[in-house]
């Protein structure tokens, strides 16, 4: 076999490189259309969850919502998005490494990631690339307090949810007759843990709640057992459990309840956790009875129905909560800014989405609208209870479909 | 706080250790006799409780039940493991053969991830919610059946070193290894035998474990990371250390996250390691070195 010559297969000519030339100014004169591209094309959007490690459940939960949106948006009239799904496995560096990965892919917006840690990595990458990236799930404060131009959350902050949770305790106590003494607050050491912890300190003093917090328990979100939390728990006697917490210690720590025999006045959840899919399927007549006060949806707006409907028709069973509602909600900001951008261009989307302004939604309050920051501060949060598997909305009275159970039927005689 | 706190808190605290400590006397039995650390002891605790956890969810076969069936297949998987990869690594350096099990614990990590997926799963026996009560005292059902289960194993592994032809050989081997071989020991197949009894107690160790705990594959390292602090505390190559080490830990665990704060509780145990490691280098019951 011979070998060719390169100076007969490479041989660069005056012609070749003009030609050469011509394409690539062509390639460089069509680029603009490949980054904005015309409406009719749908925008590409990076969805970041947990589908996998300790936050496994919620992320599988929030890609419900995902799975449902494009039909919905069309019903609406809105554009349809190309979702490019990404794992962050629980871990913040992960998020980090995937959100950059998906705009090197292409992606035009991003969309997660459940978690605050999480969310602020990819909050950085985004504000980096100049993507605009809309927060379904995270409360930690410092997110939006950055001056970040490419960040947008439709979800409250840690200090809005723990708000919403007092005025709404203070609405089931008085519905209820009920008036706790004492509570012993359990809380995940993660960051939206500590962020809830710290809010706490902060909000509870301006309202003037029945209980107090005799005992502050922190713990880690990844334990395999909370044995000996519970003992303490148990130990110092309070009337009701305050909760922050995540899903798989909210099943570890029910089982933990019904082991060591303690049936509290009430679990009063202030997070994730208690009101999830699995959380009910896991321990059935045991899921019975918490009490979560968390961001929702109103089950009387119409949207709402409508979402409804559609997960009862893709996932049979499955009650509709917090992971699908914010995670639809996301994805229809997405949506909304496309159409009245006309663009995909990041910018033009960025100044679209700082200028939504919906108001047929699903979650509990006037609608999503961003402040400067591009924090949704009209958020309102609601009172929710688990009854027979499934999820009755308590609190507060405008967006309630029925009325709190109290108190917390025990344990060992559910049957 | 009432006294009966302190007493739950401490008998759950003990019998998680005792299960522990089984785990740890795999690894003390594997590095008495053959002096080979064993890094992939975790691991292959997790291989057991998915085992555990397959049975469970397929066939509803109880753990307990099948502690021995999986006992025996670990105790199989570590026969195999010594006489075809450790073995050759017996007379080479240390490091060596610490680089051999590192690997074989991050290929048992990988391929349990690409079989079972890196989330948690359980087994949920009929009695998960069962519970004793005892005046004062509230025992967890699954831990009392776990550690009980873990003093009868251990009783019938030191029996059996103590009173049967080939634990006596195996005890001889770890003695003197040069006059085991004079004497005409099969040396190679009784160290096989040892690390698969060390094997099948870890395997033991990861059936009643399961009953305890949640099983991902990014348990192994956790656990492997602990039975080393273990038979650290309680005297490598001391099968009663590895024991006392166990209960000693789960107790310290237990109580420090009742008195401190539960997220810190792993932080206890390691400063036990360091007070054993600066006032008694050789382990609570370990033996000076000569």
């Known amino acids: ?415 | 706080m009432p006294f009966d706190v302190y007493l739950n808190v401490a008998v759950g605290g003990v019998l998680t250790g005792l299960v522990y400590g089984l785990m740890a006397l795999g690894l003390s039995v594997i590095f008495g006799v053959m002096r080979v650390v064993n890094f992939a002891h975790g691991e292959m605790m997790t291989i057991a409780m998915y085992i555990a956890v397959t049975l469970f969810s397929a066939f509803h076969l109880d753990p307990l039940i099948m502690l021995v069936p999986i006992a025996a297949v670990l105790f199989a998987f570590g026969y195999v493991l010594q006489v075809r990869l450790i073995n050759p690594f017996i007379t080479r350096p240390d490091t060596s053969q610490f680089l051999l099990l590192v690997a074989v614990a991050i290929i048992i990590v990988n391929l349990l991830l690409i079989v079972f997926g890196p989330d948690a799963r359980t087994v949920q026996a009929s009695y998960a919610y069962d519970s004793f009560q005892l005046g004062p005292l509230i025992v967890d059902a699954t831990k009392l059946y776990a550690g009980l289960a873990a003093i009868v194993v251990a009783i019938a592994l030191f029996a059996f070193f103590q009173y049967s032809q080939i634990g006596i050989a195996i005890r001889a081997c770890a003695d003197n290894y040069t006059g085991a071989l004079v004497v005409g020991l099969d040396v190679k197949h009784l160290y096989a035998l040892t690390f698969g009894i060390g094997a099948a107690c870890v395997g033991a160790a990861g059936v009643m474990m399961v009953l305890i705990v949640d099983v991902t594959p990014a348990l192994g390292p956790a656990y492997t990371l602990l039975a080393f602090v273990i038979v650290i505390t309680g005297g490598l190559g001391s099968m009663p250390g590895a024991l006392v080490g166990g209960v000693l830990i789960g107790l310290t665990e237990a109580m420090a996250g009742l008195l401190f704060t539960p997220s810190a509780k792993s932080m206890f145990s390691f400063a036990v390691l360091v007070l054993v490691l600066l006032f008694r280098p050789q382990g609570i019951m370990g033996k000076r070195a000569a």
């Open chain 1, 1 to 415: 076999m011979k070998r060719k010559s390169p100076s007969k297969t490479a041989r660069v000519t005056r012609r070749t490189f003009t030609a050469g030339l011509g394409a690539a100014g062509f390639v460089a004169g069509s680029a603009p259309f490949n980054i904005v591209r015309a409406q009719g094309a749908a925008l590409k959007v990076g969805v970041l969850l947990p589908r996998s490690g300790y936050q496994a459940g919620i992320g599988q939960d929030c890609q419900r919502g995902v799975d449902i949106t494009n039909g919905i948006l069309k019903d609406l009239g809105l554009p349809s998005l190309q979702i490019m799904n990404a794992d962050t496995e629980t871990n913040v560096e992960v998020a980090r490494s995937r959100a950059e990965k998906l705009i090197g892919e292409g992606a035009q917006l991003l969309v997660g990631a459940f978690d605050s840690g999480q969310s602020s990595a990819i909050a950085q990458v985004a504000e980096q690339k100049g993507i605009p990236y809309v927060i379904n799930i995270a409360a930690a404060p410092p997110i939006t307090e950055q001056g970040y131009k490419f960040v947008f959350r439709n979800f409250p902050t840690a200090g809005m949810i723990l708000r919403d949770a007092f005025v709404d305790q203070l609405e089931v106590f008085a519905a209820t007759g009920a008036a706790p003494k004492t509570a012993v607050f359990m809380h995940v050491n993660d960051t939206f843990g500590t962020a809830m912890k710290g809010g706490i300190g902060a909000v509870m003093p301006k309202f003037n709640m029945p209980y107090k917090i005799v005992e502050t328990i922190s713990y880690d979100p990844a334990a395999r057992d909370l044995s000996v939390e519970i003992s303490k728990a148990k130990a110092t006697g309070a009337d009701v459990l305050l909760m922050v917490s995540r899903l798989n210690d909210a099943i570890l720590l029910t089982r933990e309840l019904v082991k060591q025999r303690w049936t509290p006045m009430a679990v009063l959840s202030m997070g994730p956790g208690w009101y999830e899919d699995q959380y009910l399927k896991t321990l059935g007549k045991l899921s019975d009875g918490p009490l979560s006060f968390a961001p929702w949806y109103d089950p009387n707006k119409k949207l709402s129905k409508q979402l409804e409907a559609a997960l009862a028709k893709a996932h049979p069973g499955v009650n509709l909560n917090t992971n699908h509602v914010y995670t639809f909600e996301a994805l229809l900001v997405a949506a909304d800014a496309y159409k009245r951008a006309s663009s995909s261009d990041p910018k033009a989307l960025a100044d679209a989405i700082r200028k939504t302004n919906i108001k047929d939604n699903v979650s509990i309050g006037p609608g999503i609208q961003f402040d400067a920051k591009g924090q949704n501060d009209k958020i309102i949060g609601g009172g929710i209870q688990n009854r027979g598997s499934k999820l009755v909305t308590v609190a507060p009275k405008a967006a309630a479909n029925g009325k709190p159970e109290w108190p917390l039927k025990p344990y060992d005689k559910r049957g």
